[in-house]
Nanobody
């Protein structure tokens, strides 16, 4: 099992940047694909991006491609989401998720979830 704790959320103006972190514990971090998802009020949770075990492969939702970057530091058991050029529509609770093995864009592909961190982008 792996436990996940997100941090780094907050309030930012449109056009600004934030970096989210997700710290993992409990198992060998490098065995897990890591994903980021988000859920806006009144909407379903949606895929943001995912990164493979050593970071060699990364995939993003079209809505964030070119603005968001996922990275990981296996020595620190942490995955990051760098968010640039933020838009009001990026406002959501952001969750990291883990799957031991390969995973993609589906919520049900991930076994472990963090508690989420709120990101609010003001106009």
């Amino acid at each position: 099992q792996v436990q996940l704790v997100e941090s780094g959320g907050g309030l930012v103006q449109a056009g600004g940047s934030l970096r989210l972190s997700c710290a993992a514990s409990g198992d060998t971090f490098s065995r897990y694909f890591m994903g980021w998802f988000r859920q806006a009020p009144g909407k379903e949770r949606e895929f943001v991006g995912t990164i493979s075990w050593r970071g060699g492969n990364r995939y993003y939702a079209d809505s964030v491609k070119g603005r968001f970057t996922i990275s990981r530091d296996n020595a620190k058991n942490t995955v990051y989401l760098q968010m640039n050029s933020l838009k009001v529509e990026d406002t959501a609770v952001y969750y990291c998720a883990a799957h031991r093995g390969a995973a993609g864009r589906g919520l049900n592909e991930y076994d472990y979830w963090g508690q989420g961190t709120q990101v609010t982008v003001s106009s």
